[in-house]
């Protein structure tokens, strides 16, 4: 099995495609919302293609899948197990959005990515209205403090769809002490047609004050946060086409100090 791939990924569904020099192109594929291997492959269910591009349907938002594919030679010879995993996007909310962190449904649609030791977290630690907020936590959101020797780069985000050119309104409260131009808060409007990766650990080429191509700022002040131990209301008015965009927040620090509290949301 070669360049085996995943495209057209939705909150339902997926095309996955791979090539090889298989004579007989007979191929066997297993798709899990769980990780499998050795004995756990052997039982799973599999299904036999003639085809090199199988799609998906009827998945579940915002869940993991783990795909392993091999070629049949024969009946006694097949090859090792090729696998990828993805992530199938989420159900996009609906503009005007105003949220608080407070709804546990909603809670779960949003992405949240953890670091090796610091990790974007929903709790009771960190907030400006309510009981709930959004906050960098190294303690899975006990607490909203972060390891300052271990490097991050990390993104929290939730799925839009505006419906109509127009200026928007955007304004969240926010608070982030960190560390001069080393710890940092920045938040973007992305459009999901950049298909950017939003994964830890990319930086996406974001520092203190540059942003990617076709990322929309959404600091009224622009550049980095933080810096502050109280917490700060942002408002600012950006215009927005048609479509799904991921409201995003991105926390980076370096390894080297830096003050608590980090980003809060």
Request: hydrophobic letters at 30%.
């Amino acid at each position: 099995i070669a360049n085996l791939s995943v495209t057209d990924i939705t909150n339902e569904s997926a095309t996955i495609s791979w090539g090889d020099r298989n004579s007989t192109g007979t191929w066997e594929i297993i798709v899990s919302d769980q990780n499998l291997s050795g004995p756990e492959l052997d039982g799973a269910t599999v299904q036999t293609l003639t085809d090199s591009t199988y799609s998906l349907s009827s998945l579940t938002p915002t869940t993991i899948y783990y795909v392993y594919v091999r070629s049949v030679c024969s009946a006694e010879e097949k090859s090792g197990w090729k696998s990828l995993t993805f992530r199938t996007t989420q159900v996009p909310a609906q503009i005007p959005y105003s949220y608080g962190f407070e709804d546990e449904s909603e809670n779960a649609i949003w992405t949240l990515n953890v670091g090796a030791s610091n990790g974007w977290s929903v709790g009771e630690a960190a907030y400006n209205d309510g009981s709930r907020g959004l906050y960098v936590s190294n303690d899975n959101g006990a607490s909203n403090s972060y390891d300052t020797g271990s490097e991050t780069s990390i993104y929290a985000y939730r799925t839009l769809n505006v419906p109509e050119l127009c200026y928007y309104s955007v304004s969240f409260d926010w608070m982030a002490k960190g560390e001069s131009d080393y710890d940092y808060l920045r938040v973007f409007m992305v459009p999901t047609s950049l298909n950017a990766d939003l994964s830890s650990g990319v930086q996406n080429e974001i520092n203190v004050s540059s942003t990617p191509a076709n990322w929309i700022e959404l600091y009224s002040n622009g550049g980095k946060m933080n810096g502050s131990d109280s917490w700060q209301t942002n408002t600012i008015e950006v215009a927005l086409e048609q479509g799904l965009y991921n409201l995003v927040f991105y926390w980076r620090n370096d390894n080297a100090g830096g003050e608590i509290p980090p980003a809060a949301i």
